[in-house]
């Protein structure tokens, strides 16, 4: 059994920490610099494996050192990464320059992941057993529709996280079950800020959505029933950064084990609190036994 497929992104995030960014044609002294394996759709796969998922990575890693470090990031997760390709050229990277202040400024260039704009037929066969396809906007938008449409063929449920946030083409919105926006990505697609009412916009689109909130948690909505805010644990964040991925992996693996919305909602949530706590996006993912322990402390609610 199959379960989980990502197809998504996987990127070298090259991290320098200044006091202050650089303008332009000026040359700054960083603090430090680190290289952290991420992509939306790679932390989404970790997540989900570290959860208790069975899952599958479709991408494409280049053949440069971080490739190998990319895959290997996969593997020792215990994500499948037989149907990740390996494409002659750059990995995917991230550029990232870090603030004292905690800004950001980030330059993606997506080298491997540019390549997958369509799926294979092994691709479309191993999506068509999976209870779950989770995707994300890294990938070109022919091969996240292709998977999404893909899936759709087979009756697979797909949770789509519209980030970067863009339009939407309308065969993708036609094939999402599940579209699982921030705040501010909810916001892009529908141009309305309050998240009570771009959800009831969202749901003309797909039949359910999931806007998370921050530390204020997340808001479900279905068509034809109420909607339903979960809270998120009180926690002491210091860095956020892959909370949502952690949030969408969780609540993947919840939904795959039939569990009700809100209740998936807290756990996911209890998850993704977990991982604000660390630094690192990945690396601060936490597995199965410690979501369990710190949603037993969570009352569900909602
Ligand atoms: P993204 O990481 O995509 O910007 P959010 O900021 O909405 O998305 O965070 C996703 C989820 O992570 C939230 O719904 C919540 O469950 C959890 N989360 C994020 N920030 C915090 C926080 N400060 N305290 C507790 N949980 C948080």
């Known amino acids: 059994m199959t379960g989980i497929v990502v197809l998504g ?5 090259l991290v320098a920490y200044v006091p202050k960014a650089p303008g332009r044609g000026e040359t700054v002294t960083g603090r430090e610099f680190r290289t952290v394996p991420g992509g939306k759709g790679a932390n989404q796969a970790v997540a989900a494996a ?5 899952v599958s990575m479709i991408g494409a ?8 470090r990319l895959r290997a990031t996969l593997d020792g997760s215990g994500v499948d990464t037989d149907l990740l390709r390996t494409t002659e050229g750059p990995s995917g990277t991230a550029h990232i320059v870090v603030d004292d202040e905690g800004g950001n400024a980030i330059v993606v260039i997506p080298g491997a992941n540019g390549t997958v704009d369509h799926l294979t037929p092994g691709d479309e066969g191993l999506i068509a057993t999976a209870e779950a396809l989770l995707l994300q906007l890294e990938l070109p938008l022919p091969g996240v529709t292709a998977g999404a449409e ?30 699982v926006p921030n705040e501010h990505e909810a916001a892009a697609l529908t141009g309305i800020a309050d ?3 771009a959800v009831e916009a969202l749901l003309r689109q797909v039949p ?14 279905a068509r034809g029933a109420r909607p339903v805010t979960v809270p998120a644990p009180h926690v002491r964040a210091v860095d956020t950064t892959a909370a949502g991925d ?24 209890a998850a993704a609190a977990l991982s604000v706590q660390h630094e690192g996006a990945s690396s601060s993912m936490p597995y199965r036994v410690e979501i369990d322990e710190a949603a037993a402390d969570t009352p569900v609610s909602g």
């Open 9 to 13: 992104s996987t990127n070298m995030d």
């Open 50 to 54: 570290r959860a208790g998922g069975a």
């Open 61 to 68: 890693v280049g053949t440069d050192d971080f490739g190998g």
């Open 150 to 179: 893909a899936a759709r063929r087979h009756g697979v449920r797909t949770i789509l996280t519209p980030a970067p946030a863009q339009p939407l083409p309308p065969e993708l919105l036609a094939a999402t079950s599940l579209l």
């Open 195 to 197: 998240p009570h009412a």
């Open 208 to 221: 359910e959505v999931v806007i998370t909130l921050g530390a204020a948690g997340s808001l479900y909505a």
């Open 246 to 269: 952690t949030f969408v992996g969780a609540l993947a693996v919840a939904l795959v084990e039939g569990r009700p919305m809100p209740a998936a909602m807290a756990w996911a949530s």
